[in-house]
């Protein structure tokens, strides 16, 4: 079944999701198993294995699609994300980060290389055409922007080119030396549809009605979107702003934030401070969960500009969107229309979503 969604390319004329696609457990559930799987997710941190040997456990989307993963580090310091589900009778391999040469499963003693190949198995002597290439621990890919590793199970784009826009416009950012700071990272629970979340992201429109703190640091006037394949980069100036090189296409603005949106649901929220990731996760129809990962690149800049208060940013952003989910209910709703102005990555997040989801057999 294909569902209907078609938003005209002209922004001008276009209507936008229509209602139902915030409220359809189908749409929900395709986005789970055939959108998420195959787009790219954050998945840790290169800090995390600064060791070779080391074997770290991650879990992809946690309430989603909690798919176990294994981050590891081998002889040569290559970095690899494996599965983290032994090949013989499905036990979790690996529970805590550990240091070792190899893994090796608690359940029946198989173990395997940190390049996720299977070395040995006991009492499988007689097993014919054993081992194969089944046994070996499925490798998905992994990719990389400074410290930060990203994977995907099936990636619908190559990951080059979907960072491509923040490695080309903050290639001067020193984001290897940027570090986690746990005290300024977050998760929150929003009654709300993850899309409708990613819809207010999308858009500086709604800052002089929802966010006064933020209309002070910021420049709605010179606020601006563009658009790129795979995503949109917002741009807001004020007075707290970066130092830019001369060989920035920026140079000589006073740009005090970049907001980076990734498809389907990866943001990065570069500061003078620093860097704040934000990661929408679907929990349910009317219910997301979103991580934010603060890295400080600047300690003397926190607390200044567009982003010196996230917390309070983000309850307002809650509250409206909460809002809006309620009104997704009504029965008199059924589709609305763009700013040509000022909704552009809206209209280009919907696009995406038409793209990836409309033909998507059930």
């Not at 690899?80 to 029946?108: D, G, K, M, P």
């Not at 952003?317 to 989910?325: K, L, M, R, S």
């Amino acid at each position: 079944m294909a569902l209907d969604l078609e938003i005209d390319p002209d922004i001008r004329r276009a209507r936008t999701l229509p209602a139902s696609f915030y409220r359809d457990d189908e749409v929900l559930r395709r986005t789970r198993e055939r959108l998420l799987p195959r787009s790219w997710q954050l998945i840790g941190d290169s800090d995390w294995m600064s060791h070779p040997g080391t074997a770290v456990p991650v879990t992809l989307l946690p309430g989603c699609l909690d798919e176990p993963l294994l981050l590891t580090c081998d002889a040569e310091k290559r970095l690899r994300c494996l599965s983290n589900v032994c090949t013989h009778r499905a036990n979790i391999l690996v529970t805590e980060t550990t240091s070792a040469s190899t893994i090796r499963c608690r359940y029946h003693g198989r173990r395997f290389g940190l390049d996720g190949h299977m070395v040995h198995m006991p009492e499988f002597e007689q097993a014919l055409d054993f081992p194969s290439d089944r046994d070996d621990l499925p490798q998905l890919s992994l990719g990389q922007l400074g410290k930060f590793l990203f994977t995907s199970m099936d990636p619908r784009m190559p990951f080059d080119e979907w960072i491509a826009p923040v490695r080309t416009r903050l290639h001067w950012l020193p984001l290897d030396d940027f570090k986690a700071d746990l005290n300024r990272s977050r998760q929150y629970t929003v009654k709300a549809n993850w899309a409708l979340y990613c819809d207010n992201y999308l858009e500086g429109f709604h800052i002089p009605f929802v966010h006064p703190g933020l209309g002070q640091a910021v420049e709605y006037a010179t606020y601006q979107t563009e658009l790129f394949r795979w995503g949109t980069l917002q741009i807001a100036h004020g007075p707290d702003a970066f130092t830019l090189p001369i060989d920035s296409p920026d140079s000589g603005q006073s740009v005090a934030a970049y907001y980076f949106f990734l498809f389907p649901n990866t943001m990065l929220n570069f500061y003078p401070w620093g860097l704040s990731v934000n990661v929408v996760v679907p929990l349910s129809i009317d219910q997301s969960r979103v991580h934010f990962f603060s890295y400080v690149g600047d300690p003397s800049r926190l607390g200044q500009g567009a982003g010196a208060n996230l917390d309070g940013v983000e309850a307002e952003d809650e509250a409206i969107v909460e809002a809006v989910q309620r009104g997704m209910s009504s029965r008199l709703y059924k589709a609305g229309r763009y700013s040509p102005t000022r909704e552009t990555g809206v209209h280009h997040f919907h696009r995406l979503l038409a793209e990836h989801c409309a033909s998507v057999d059930g």
